[in-house]
């Protein structure tokens, strides 16, 4: 890739090219410090062993009779997503952590946009989910559990969007939580929450009452019921996995992360700022 | 000469705070000039930074660097601004030279490519260069955690003039170097100045450093207590409060100056 770089008197990149330019360095040193830290690295791929295969292989065989549709397929689906949400946004809190060494400091000073700076982190920490769901793929071959190429495509290429939903929903709570401590412990339990509430491997289809409302509520069941969506596509099972429609879904979650992120980072930013 | 700095009636007071951290400050620097912020522990000196390098918002006042405004035009600000915090910020996870290719990348300097041999000619060859001048070659490829404090600090002053910033604001840049670390890094900064038109912004605890600065102005207690050259600062106390056989050092001078407005507020 070749780009006419733009650059200014003082010989520096301008405009749209130094904010990529940021963007690019930030995700970068996310996938660095990925490959620094094995102990992540290996919790990034036990997990799927203990996610998909204990939790998800024991309602398999214990649980899953008379759903109308192969559950296997409907969890495995369900864990990938999962595990783009949980990793990415327990990876935001870097944004967090690194203002013990004041290293978020040095990142604020810069001169490009807070965009860049969050979206750089989202997608940084976006990098070690990879490594989960390779893991959970390779789980749920040895479970038996099979999907085909054109359907992990359809995963694949839904992922980023997943990541940035994920990030710009951590980016709110980092935002709207004022303790720091707080904002941490948010950012590590309502994933968890949002693993059950939204269908990642229990089917929400029958929830109601306040389950339902939590449900509802949560941003992943709409990323979880648009990935299914496309990869139930043409199939029977669709009417029994699908639970809205796909282009509202779509342009649903386009239209709340765009708002999370921009009143997350906004939220962020200022907090910096006064203080 | 043109101010690249101006500060109007710059007050700062924290959340749940009782009383002003800065108080009403006004003064301005001008360009290329070599300018010291001096005052005790806990007089506003890294407040009055922190507002300056737009990471923190004023309370009221207005402040203006090459004539943008820090709150309206924070990014443009930035990118004019280089500094050295008083607390380390350098990623104790990455690399020396790592840390020095994020913050050129950052701020556009070169795009960015994952290892050091893959980066531009010109940013190697600054990169060793500066290494080397301030004596830390050897280290820039150990992990920050396993450099010295020292040798950390020389890093971020590397790291703090990569992009040649117009203004380059050092908030105790020296403390925790050895003598021979600091003549080197005083021969840096100089070396720049010269070179760039880089104007310093310095506070520092070691008045000597400050010895020949252009201008210095004297905070305490959020207020400014002189603004003069320092030439001008110890000759109102050639005779104050006692006669004196031949001019006193800065250091001397600053501290009598303050003891004496501390008395008069008293
Ligand atoms: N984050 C904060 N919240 C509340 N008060 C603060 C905060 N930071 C500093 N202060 C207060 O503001 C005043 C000025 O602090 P500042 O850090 O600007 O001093 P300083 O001149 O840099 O001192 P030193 O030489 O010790 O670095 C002090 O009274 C301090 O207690
Ligand atoms: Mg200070």
Redesign the interface.
């Given at each position: 890739m070749d780009i006419a770089?733009k650059r200014n008197m003082?010989?520096?990149?301008?405009g749209f090219?130094?904010e990529l330019?940021?963007v690019?360095?930030?995700v970068?040193?996310g996938i660095?410090?990925t490959f620094?830290?094995p102990a992540s690295l290996i919790m990034s791929l036990v997990m799927p062993v203990v996610m998909m295969y204990m939790i998800g292989g024991n309602l398999q065989q214990n649980m899953a009779g008379g759903l109308g549709f192969d559950f296997g397929q409907y969890m495995l689906v369900g864990m990938l997503v999962n595990m783009l949400f949980t990793m990415t946004s327990q990876g935001l809190s870097s944004l967090v952590e690194?203002r013990e060494?004041?290293?978020t400091?040095?990142?604020?000073?810069?001169?490009?946009?807070r965009y860049s700076i969050v979206i750089g982190t989202i997608l940084g920490s976006a990098f070690l989910a990879i490594f989960s769901c390779v893991g959970t793929l390779i789980v749920s071959l040895f479970m038996g559990i099979r999907m085909d190429a054109g359907q992990l495509l359809a995963v694949l290429g839904l992922s980023p969007l997943m990541c940035l939903a994920a990030g710009a929903f951590g980016m709110l709570l980092l935002g709207a939580v004022k303790n720091r401590k707080a904002a941490n412990m948010a950012i590590m339990i309502i994933p968890m929450a949002q693993m059950f509430l939204s269908g990642a491997i229990i089917p929400i289809t029958n929830s109601s009452g306040v389950l339902l409302v939590l449900s509802r509520l949560m941003p992943m069941t709409y990323c979880l019921d648009l990935v299914r969506a496309v990869v139930y596509a043409g199939t029977p099972e669709y009417g029994a996995v699908v639970l809205f429609n796909p282009a509202v879904t779509l342009a649903a979650i386009i239209g709340l992360t765009a708002v999370f992120l921009a009143v997350g980072t906004f939220l962020v930013a200022r907090s910096?700022?006064?203080? | 000469m043109n101010a690249i700095l101006e500060v109007r009636e710059l007050v700062k007071r924290y959340n749940k705070a009782r009383s002003n951290a800065v108080d009403g400050v006004s003064f301005s620097v001008s360009e290329g000039e070599f300018f010291a912020f001096l005052g005790p522990n806990g007089a506003g000196k890294t407040t009055t930074i922190s507002i300056l390098t737009t990471t923190l918002a004023p309370t009221s006042g207005e402040v203006k660097i090459a004539g943008c405004d820090v709150i309206r035009q924070a990014k443009e600000v930035r990118d004019k601004v280089g500094i050295i915090f008083q607390q380390p910020s350098l990623d104790p996870q990455l690399s020396a030279e790592e840390n020095i290719r994020f913050h050129a990348c950052l701020y556009g300097v070169y795009g960015y490519r994952p290892t050091f041999r893959m980066m531009p000619k010109a940013y190697r060859e600054r990169v060793m260069e500066l290494a080397e001048l301030v004596g830390i070659a050897d280290a820039m490829f150990k992990p920050i955690k396993k450099l010295s404090g020292g040798m950390q600090r020389k890093l971020e002053i590397i790291r703090s003039l990569i992009h040649t910033p117009k203004i380059l604001f050092l908030d105790e840049p020296t403390t925790g170097l050895d003598a021979v670390s600091r003549r080197g890094l005083w021969e840096y900064i100089n070396q720049s100045r010269r070179e760039n038109g880089t104007t310093v912004f310095l506070t520092t605890h070691y008045i000597d450093e400050a010895e020949s600065v252009d201008k210095v102005c004297i905070i305490n207690h959020g207020k400014l207590a002189a603004c003069c050259s320092p030439g001008e600062l110890k000759r109102t106390l050639e005779y104050d409060p006692a006669p004196k056989v031949c001019l006193p050092t800065l250091e001397q001078a600053y501290i009598e100056y303050l003891s004496k407005t501390e008395r008069g507020a008293a």
């Open positions: 770089v003082t010989g520096r990149m301008t090219v130094r330019n940021a690019l360095t930030i970068a040193r660095t410090l620094k830290s690194d060494t004041d290293f400091q040095e990142m604020l000073i810069a001169p490009v946009s910096e700022k006064n203080r | -």
